[in-house]
């Protein structure tokens, strides 16, 4: 699928299914650690209804130490080239341009780059000359020391920095040579945030669209929603936060945002299924 054709509005969000091939992401961390199994699971969520598969091998949750470049590029490429060759539409989470540089080559049509080029700056470049999607999210610092950085202070708080400083990742990427109609924008959900800040972002996604550029959310199983849900004995479990993320899911659907990162693609898939339907259903009304 070429960017532009990514990039259509479909009177829904696109549904980027998460393969994390790594030994200690939060979620799901070792279950997807052999190519075998991780490709599995990609077809899995592709039949599940996945528009785009996310291939990551290095975990930022809080605290996770960063992989050897060789051993992240062990872990995705083998797994983006046979997706790819499947007639999947790959992503590749990464923050290094020579990732991403194996990953293009090996079938991904968009970079997924949590630090928004911040971590190596090269990633842009790569992205400019392969002419693919660009993800910039918001990002201060590497999960060892970015909760560090969570303080926002100055006049509009969270979103008025996360804003402008979204809006920075875009001038850089557009200065790098990427085109601006390439990039997507994510808020950055859980990096360098507190729950509140999560919450208020949720809140003032219109912010983030003033950018001009699509909006990616990834809420999927994130902390803040095991904290909302959690009660005396601590934060609800991981794998039992679904059910609220399916609801944040459609929230951001109707808001109108491009694509929701996930865990379960069925889940959310049908979530937003049903605001298609419900947009399409008030059209006839009028």
């Known amino acids: 699928m070429r960017p532009d054709e990514l990039i259509t509005p479909l009177g829904r969000p696109r549904i980027m299914g ?56 062990d872990r995705v490429v083998p797994v983006i080239r ?13 923050m290094r341009a020579e ?10 049509r968009v970079i997924n780059d949590v630090s928004g080029g911040l971590a190596d700056p090269a990633i842009l470049r790569v992205a400019a000359e392969h002419d693919v999607l660009f993800v910039a999210m918001h990002w201060r610092a590497h999960s060892t020391e970015m909760q560090q950085h969570a303080v926002y202070d100055g006049p509009g708080g969270v979103v008025t920095a996360v804003r402008d400083e979204l809006s920075a990742r875009v001038d850089d990427a557009v200065a790098a040579g990427v085109d601006l109609e390439r990039i997507v924008v994510d808020p950055g959900l859980g990096f360098a945030k507190s729950s509140d800040h999560n919450w208020e972002l949720l ?12 909006v990616l959310v990834g809420s999927s199983r994130k902390s803040f929603l095991g904290t909302l ?23 951001v659907a ?33």
């Open 18 to 73: 998460i393969v994390n091939v790594t030994p200690d992401s939060f979620s799901d961390g070792g279950r997807f650690m052999t190519s075998d199994a991780a490709i599995g699971h990609g077809r899995e969520l592709m039949a599940q209804g996945a528009d785009i598969l996310d291939i990551g091998g290095e975990s930022t949750r809080p605290g996770a130490t960063r992989p050897l470049v060789s051993e992240e590029l």
């Open 229 to 251: 849900l959690g009660g005396p004995q601590g934060p609800r479990p991981v794998d039992e936060r679904e059910h609220a993320n399916v609801a944040l899911t459609t929230i």
């Open 254 to 286: 109707l808001q109108g945002s491009w694509c929701v990162r996930v865990h379960d693609v069925r889940a959310s898939a049908d979530a937003v299924r049903v605001v298609e339907r419900f947009g399409r259903a008030s059209g006839e009304r009028r």
């Open 99 to 108: 990732v991403a540089e194996a990953a293009v080559r090996a079938g991904a």
């Open 203 to 214: 809140q003032h996604l219109d912010a983030i669209e003033e950018l001009g550029r699509p």
């Open 82 to 94: 046979a997706l790819s060759a499947e007639g999947a539409t790959v992503s590749v989470d990464t």
